[in-house]
């Protein structure tokens, strides 16, 4: 890169800052204070999304060349505050966001404190499952060899450690 290219990025990077923040609860923080406006919250979790690796950090995105940083991520951005499994074993989580989508027991991971964590939005963004939300599924995790295992609908899903980042 050229030295013009090289402070065009740096510039950049620097007006892509927001200043918010997403607490362990999944809550926006800015200034100190949660983002309290229903509608604005609304948009902000409409607008969140991760950049691609190897970046990978989460953004607030218009479109593919507007958006801004998030400041920092306590844990992940969305909570799954709820879970429900219908009759045929299908797990429906309910989102901080006020979405409700279908979980892939293949996605879940768990943490050393037995945190559960699973991939929502298609994959590109992580949501911890909350005590309620990870209560469902407690029924249907048995271990095998050592590791956690989630028995759902006949089938069988290995619940691998989650990865740091």
């Known amino acids: 890169m050229t030295e013009a290219a090289d402070e ?8 892509r ?3 918010i923040s997403v607490d362990r609860e999944g809550r926006f923080i800015h200034e100190g204070a949660e983002v309290a406006h229903a509608g604005l919250k609304q ?27 998030l400041e920092n991520v306590a844990d992940t951005p969305l909570v799954a505050r709820a879970a429900r499994i219908d009759p045929d074993g299908n797990v429906r989580l309910a989102l901080s966001d006020g979405s409700e989508e279908p979980l892939d027991p293949a996605t ?13 939005r298609g994959g590109r963004i992580e949501a911890r499952l909350a ?5 469902v599924l407690g029924d249907y995790i048995t271990e095998a060899d050592g590791r956690p295992l989630l028995r759902l609908a006949g089938r069988s899903y290995a619940l691998p450690p989650r990865s740091a980042g």
């Open 131 to 135: 005590t309620s939300a990870a209560a």
């Open 8 to 15: 065009q990025a740096a510039w950049l990077e620097k007006i």
């Open 17 to 19: 800052r927001s200043g």
């Open 43 to 69: 948009a902000l979790f409409r607008w969140l999304d991760r950049l691609p690796p190897p970046d990978g950090r989460y953004v607030l995105r218009l479109d593919e060349r507007r958006f801004a940083f």
């Open 108 to 120: 879940l991971t768990v943490d050393d404190a037995g945190v559960l964590r699973a991939s929502v």
